[in-house]
C-alpha cells in the first residue's frame, strides 16, 4: 500500500512507530478504531512494514464477516505458520491448542471446553518465538473475528509487559468486540482535514478539473478511501453519479456504490467468481473457483480473475483470493440478488466435502426454506463447536438450526440448549428470550424441569419467595419420578441456596432435604452434601461434619465435586473443611482450564484465608480471584474478592486500602443484589471501624446483620458476625443488645458441631459476660483448640488481658497481654498489635518494636510467585499453574529477588523455611 494512503496521519504514524520501536522491551496493545475506508488497514499495513524491516516476526489475520461462526478460524490465521512448534508445548497445552483447530481429539467426554488453556498454549508458543525476535500480531477488521479468537486475543492482551509482544487490532466503528471491556489503548481516526484530503487527492488525481475535484471532497468528507475512489466514479454522468455526492446517503453506502458500479462491465464468469469469493469464508482459490464452476455450470479458469485485478477489487496469489477493502465484498453481495446469494452458497457447500463445519454453514445460508437435515447437522455442529470451548458458535449454530428445523418436538430442545448456552456467556436477555418461546411450546417433564432451572439462572430477586420455592421442590420432585435424579439434585441446589440466602422458615428447608434425602443418590454425593448444607446448615450441621469427615478420609472426588464440597463447608461454618477442598479444587480447576470456576474457588477460599489471618494463601488468592472475575466478567465474584481484600487490608491495618476495596464492593452489591454480599460487606464495615478504633461505628454496622428489617439480615452470617459484634459492644446498650442475639443464636445452633460456630459463639460469650461470669466464661473459650485460629484466640487473650488489668489484676493480666501482642506480630495485625502494646505499657510493661518482614515488601502475585518458586517449580511450570507466561514468571523472579535480598531459587527456600 503506497505512502500516500498516509496522508495526514503523522500523530498516528509517531503512535504506531513507538510501539514497534518499543517491542524489544516492552509488550504493548493498541486498538485502532475508526470509520469504513478511514485508514485502519492503510496504518497497520505500515506498522507491519516497520517491524519486518526491524527484523521481528509479523502475524496477521484480517476478520471475515462469513467467518463469524467457525471456531478458532482467526486464531489458526495468525499462527498456522507456526503450528510445527505446538509439539514443543506441554502435552496438555498442545492437544488443547490442536483440539481447537480440529487437528486433534476434543476432551473426553464429561472434560470441559478448555479455552483458557488453548489461550495459554496461544501465550507460550508466541513467547517462545518472542524469544528470538519479537512478534507483533497485526488483525484487522478485528470486530468480525470468531468469539473464541477474540477471548484468547483478550486473554494475551491482558497479559503483555514482560513479552516482547505486540497486538495491533483494527476495529470498525460501530461494532463493540470483547476488546471493549479491557481498557486497552486506542487510536481513533477521524477524517482527514480539508487540506490533507486535497493534498491526498492531488496526490492520486493530479490535474483534476476544479468543479470535479470541489465535488470530490466535499463527497468524500475527509475519509482517505473516498477520496482515492470517487474521482472514477464522479466521471460518469447521471443518477450514479448524483447519489455518490447525496448527502441523504451514507458515506458508507456510496462507498460500495463506487464499487458496486464497476461490476456491471465485468465478464459472467468473473463476476461469478467474486460473488463466491465474498460468499465464501476462507478465500482459497481452489475452492472458490470450483465453485464458481459449479454456479456457472462450466469450468472457470484461474485467469478469469484477471479483471477484477485490474480494477483493484481483489488481489490473488496461487493460494488465495482476497479483496482490497471489506466494502468491496459488500458491493459484490449487495449487487447480486438473493437468488444468486443462495446459489452462490450452495455451490459452496457442494465443494466443501471434508470440512463437514464449513459446508453445512454454506448449505444452511442457501436454504431458502425449512429443512429438519440441515437443522440436525447444524446441531452436530454445535455440539463440535461447545466441545472446542467455543459456546458462543455453538448458540449461533443452535439460533439458526432453531430457524430451520421443521419437527417441533425437536424445537424446544434446541431453545433449552440455546438458553442455557446463552446463560453461561452471561447474555442474559438473549437466554430470557429463547425461554420465552419455550412458553407456548409442549415440553415433556424434563424438558419443564429445565425450563424452571434456567429461569432460575435468569432470577435476580432471592429473597424469600415461597412460591418460587415450592415450584422447585415439586419439580424437582417431578423430574426424580421421570428417571433423572441428576436433574433433581441440581434444582434442590437451588432451592438449598435460596434458604441459605433467606430463610424461609424451618417447615420449608426441612422439606428441601426430605426431597433430596429421597433421591437414588450416594449420601456422600457432593450436591446432596452442599443442599444439607445450604438448606439446614444447623440442623444438619452435625451430619455434613461427618459426611465432610468421610469425604476426607476417602478421597477421590474430582475438582468440581470438590469446589462443591467447600462452598458447602463455608455455608454451614466448616472453614475447618473447607481449606482443604477449596485447595484441591483450586488445583484441578487450574489443570483443567476452568478459570471460571477457579475465580469462585478463590473467592471462597480467601474468605477462609482472611478468618484464619493466613496472608500466605489469603493475599494471592484475593489478588488471583479479583483478576479472574474481571477477566471473566463476574461482578458478583469480583465482589467477592473485594470484600475478602477488604477484611485482609483491615486486619494489616492498611485502613485507607480496606475502605476503598469495601466501597467498590458495595458498589457492586448495589448493582448485582446478593444478599450474603450484603452482610459481608457490613461485617467488613465493622471490622474496618474496629481495626481503627470505633467501636460503636462498628456496631452499627455489624448490628444490621442481625436486624431482619435490615437489606443485610442474614440468618446464617450473624455466626460469623458475633465476635465482631461482641468486640464492638462497649456501650452498656450495644451490650444489652449483642447479649439478646447471642441467645438467639444459641439456642439455634444446638444441633451443630461446626467448629467455627462453637468457637464463635464460645467467645463471644466471654466478649459479652458479666464481671461474675466473666473469669469462667473466658477460660471456657481459651480452653477451646484454638490452633487453626489464632486471630481469634489472639483477640480472646487480648480482651482476657484487658479485663484482668481494668479489675486491678495487673500482673495476671501482663501474661495474655504479651501472648496476644505476639501474635498479632507474627500474623501482621498492626492495629491489634498496636492495642496490645498498649495495654501492656498500661500493666507497666514496655511493648515490643517490631518492624515489617520482608515478605511484605511483594505484592500479593510476586508473593504467589515467591511461593511455587520456593517449591522447586520451574518458570515454566509456575507460568501453567498461574496462566502466565514463564517470561512474565521470570520477570517477576527478578524484581522479587532483591525485594529479599537474595540472588536464588536455593535462597528463596531457604528464606520461606526460616521465616515460617
Not at 460500495?256 to 476462507?282: C, G
Not at 419455550?438 to 439462572?457: I, N, S
Not at 500466605?616 to 480471584?625: D, H, I, Q, T
Amino acid at each position: 500500500m503506497s505512502d500516500h494512503d498516509l496522508f495526514g496521519r503523522e500523530k498516528e504514524v509517531t503512535v504506531l512507530d513507538a510501539l514497534v520501536a518499543g517491542l524489544p522491551e516492552e509488550g504493548q496493545a493498541l486498538v485502532v478504531r475508526g470509520a469504513p475506508g478511514i485508514g485502519k488497514s492503510a496504518l497497520l499495513a505500515r506498522a507491519t512494514r516497520q517491524a519486518e524491516r526491524s527484523g521481528f516476526s509479523v502475524l496477521s489475520a484480517s476478520g471475515v464477516e462469513a467467518e463469524t461462526h467457525l471456531p478458532f478460524a482467526g486464531l489458526y490465521q495468525l499462527t498456522r505458520t507456526m503450528l510445527d512448534r505446538v509439539p514443543r508445548l506441554p502435552p496438555v497445552q498442545a492437544e488443547a491448542l490442536l483440539g481447537a483447530f480440529g487437528m486433534a481429539a476434543p476432551p473426553p467426554a464429561g472434560q470441559p471446553p478448555q479455552l483458557f488453556l488453548i489461550a495459554l498454549a496461544t501465550l507460550d508458543l508466541l513467547s517462545e518465538a518472542a524469544g528470538r525476535a519479537p512478534v507483533l500480531l497485526v488483525v484487522d477488521d478485528a470486530q468480525w473475528l470468531d468469539s473464541p479468537t477474540l477471548d484468547v486475543l483478550a486473554f494475551m492482551a491482558r497479559r503483555l509487559g514482560a513479552e516482547p509482544l505486540g497486538m495491533l487490532f483494527g476495529v470498525r466503528d460501530g461494532h463493540p468486540t470483547s476488546l471493549d471491556t479491557l481498557g486497552l489503548r486506542e487510536l481513533r481516526l477521524p477524517p482527514l482535514t480539508p487540506g490533507d484530503a486535497g493534498a491526498l487527492l492531488d496526490a492520486v488525481e493530479p490535474g483534476l478539473d476544479p468543479p470535479l475535484r470541489h465535488r470530490v471532497l466535499d463527497a468524500a468528507a475527509g475519509n482517505p478511501l473516498a477520496v482515492i475512489e470517487l474521482p472514477a466514479a464522479l466521471r460518469r454522468r447521471g443518477a450514479a453519479a448524483a447519489a455518490l455526492t447525496s448527502s441523504a446517503v451514507p458515506l458508507t453506502a456510496r462507498l460500495e456504490q463506487t464499487f458496486a458500479s464497476r461490476l456491471s462491465d465485468l465478464p459472467t464468469d468473473t463476476r461469478s467468481v467474486l460473488l463466491v469469493a465474498a460468499s465464501d469464508d476462507e478465500g482459497a482459490l481452489g475452492e472458490v473457483l470450483a465453485a464458481a464452476s459449479v454456479l456457472a455450470g462450466s469450468d472457470v479458469a484461474p485467469d478469469s480473475v484477471s479483471p477484477a485485478v485490474e480494477l483493484g477489487l481483489v488481489t490473488v496469489d496461487e493460494y488465495r483470493i482476497r479483496f482490497c477493502h471489506p466494502l468491496v465484498r459488500s458491493a459484490v453481495l449487495q449487487s447480486a440478488s438473493l437468488t444468486e446469494r443462495l446459489t452462490a452458497h450452495g455451490a459452496l457447500a457442494a465443494v466443501l466435502d471434508g470440512h463437514p463445519d464449513r459446508q453445512i454453514w454454506h448449505r444452511a445460508a442457501a436454504s431458502g426454506r425449512r429443512d429438519e437435515s440441515v437443522a440436525a447437522e447444524l446441531d452436530r455442529t454445535a455440539a463440535r463447536a461447545e466441545e472446542r470451548g467455543a459456546p458462543a458458535v455453538a448458540l449461533a449454530a443452535l439460533e439458526r438450526s432453531i430457524a430451520l428445523g421443521e419437527l417441533p418436538s425437536h424445537t424446544a430442545k434446541r431453545l433449552l440448549k440455546a438458553a442455557g448456552l446463552a446463560l453461561e456467556l452471561g447474555r442474559a436477555d438473549q437466554a430470557s428470550a429463547l425461554l420465552h418461546r419455550v412458553a407456548p411450546l409442549k415440553l415433556d417433564v424434563l424438558e419443564r424441569a429445565q425450563t424452571v432451572l434456567l429461569r432460575e439462572g435468569l432470577e435476580t430477586d432471592v429473597s424469600n419467595n415461597i412460591p418460587r420455592l415450592r415450584l422447585l421442590i415439586a419439580t424437582a420432585e417431578e423430574a426424580a419420578d421421570a428417571g433423572d435424579p441428576g436433574l433433581a439434585l441440581r434444582l434442590l441446589r437451588t432451592a438449598a441456596r435460596r434458604c441459605w440466602w433467606s430463610d424461609p422458615g424451618r417447615a420449608m428447608r426441612e422439606r428441601v432435604v426430605a426431597a433430596a434425602e429421597r433421591l437414588p443418590v450416594p449420601e456422600l454425593h457432593p450436591e446432596l452434601v452442599f443442599v444439607l448444607a445450604g438448606a439446614a446448615p444447623l440442623e444438619r450441621g452435625a451430619t455434613v461434619i461427618e459426611r465432610f469427615e468421610r469425604l476426607e478420609s476417602e478421597g477421590g472426588y474430582d475438582a468440581l465435586a470438590a469446589a462443591t464440597l467447600g462452598t458447602a463447608a463455608t455455608m454451614m461454618g466448616g472453614y475447618d473443611h473447607a481449606a482443604g477442598f477449596l485447595r484441591h479444587a483450586a488445583a484441578g480447576l487450574r489443570a483443567q482450564g476452568r478459570l471460571w470456576l477457579l475465580a469462585q474457588t478463590l473467592v471462597s477460599l480467601s474468605f477462609v484465608s482472611a478468618h484464619t489471618v493466613d496472608w500466605e494463601s489469603g493475599l494471592p488468592s484475593v489478588a488471583e480471584a479479583a483478576r479472574l472475575a474481571e477477566e471473566n466478567a463476574q461482578p458478583r465474584w469480583l465482589t467477592g474478592a473485594l470484600i475478602a481484600k477488604a477484611q485482609l487490608s483491615a486486619v494489616r491495618g492498611e485502613l485507607e486500602t480496606a475502605r476503598a476495596a469495601i466501597e467498590r464492593a458495595e458498589r457492586g452489591v448495589i448493582a448485582v443484589a446478593n444478599p450474603s454480599n450484603l452482610a459481608y460487606v457490613q461485617i467488613t464495615r465493622g471490622l474496618i471501624a474496629l481495626a481503627a478504633g470505633r467501636h460503636a461505628e462498628a456496631f452499627g454496622c455489624v448490628w444490621r446483620v442481625f436486624d431482619p428489617a435490615d437489606p443485610a439480615h442474614h440468618p446464617y452470617l450473624q455466626f460469623i458476625a458475633i465476635p465482631v459484634l461482641a468486640e464492638a459492644a462497649v456501650r452498656e446498650e450495644d451490650r444489652t443488645a449483642a447479649r439478646a442475639a447471642l441467645s438467639r443464636l444459641d439456642g439455634a445452633s444446638a444441633a451443630t458441631t461446626a467448629r467455627l460456630i462453637r468457637t464463635n459463639l464460645s467467645v463471644a460469650h466471654a466478649l459479652l459476660a458479666d464481671d461474675e461470669d466473666a473469669e469462667a466464661a473466658f477460660r471456657a473459650a481459651l480452653g477451646l483448640d484454638l490452633s487453626r485460629d489464632p486471630f481469634t484466640r489472639a483477640r480472646l487473650l487480648l480482651a482476657h488481658g484487658t479485663w484482668l488489668r481494668r479489675r486491678r489484676r495487673v500482673m495476671e493480666s501482663r501474661a495474655p497481654l504479651r501472648i496476644a501482642r505476639e501474635c498479632f506480630a507474627s500474623l501482621g495485625a498492626e492495629p491489634w498489635h498496636e492495642r496490645a502494646g498498649q495495654e501492656l505499657r498500661s500493666a507497666g510493661e514496655r511493648g515490643d518494636q517490631s518492624s515489617p518482614a520482608d515478605w511484605d515488601l511483594l505484592t500479593p502475585q510476586e508473593l504467589q510467585i515467591a511461593q511455587l518458586a520456593a517449591t522447586g517449580l520451574s518458570n515454566r511450570e509456575i507460568g501453567q499453574q498461574l496462566y502466565l507466561s514463564h517470561r512474565t514468571i521470570g520477570a517477576h523472579l527478578y524484581r522479587i529477588y532483591p525485594k529479599l535480598g537474595i540472588t536464588s531459587r536455593g535462597q528463596l527456600r531457604e528464606r520461606l523455611r526460616l521465616d515460617d
